[in-house]
């Protein structure tokens, strides 16, 4: 599901688990993110809270995640993103 997500777009860990089929298992999605390799091709960056925060703490990941998102044009304010203008909504 996580690749599905486009370019310049988020998805929250919660919405990943729904898509996936297993609702209430955000965490577990935290979980298999946070299980990947370094050189994935999943974009893992485009995965943020329910909040429309990062939740990595910055010295494991936080600021490469920001600095990703940033690239693909996605703005933050005070450090998160706003889910009514940037967050994906897959098509039924």
């Not at 777009?9 to 996936?20: E, M, N, S």
């Not at 429309?52 to 990941?61: K, Y």
């Not at 600095?67 to 706003?82: I, N, P, Q, W």
């Amino acid at each position: 599901m996580v690749r599905r997500i486009p370019r310049g777009r988020v998805a929250t860990y919660g919405q990943i688990a729904i898509l996936a089929g297993v609702p209430g298992r955000a965490r577990q999605v935290g979980y298999a993110l946070h299980a990947l390799r370094g050189a994935t091709a999943v974009p893992w960056q485009r995965v943020v809270n329910a909040s429309g925060s990062i939740s990595l703490p910055a010295m494991r990941g936080g600021i490469t995640q920001q600095m990703l998102l940033r690239k693909e044009g996605v703005e933050f304010t005070t450090d998160r993103v706003s889910l009514a203008r940037y967050q994906w909504r897959p098509r039924s």
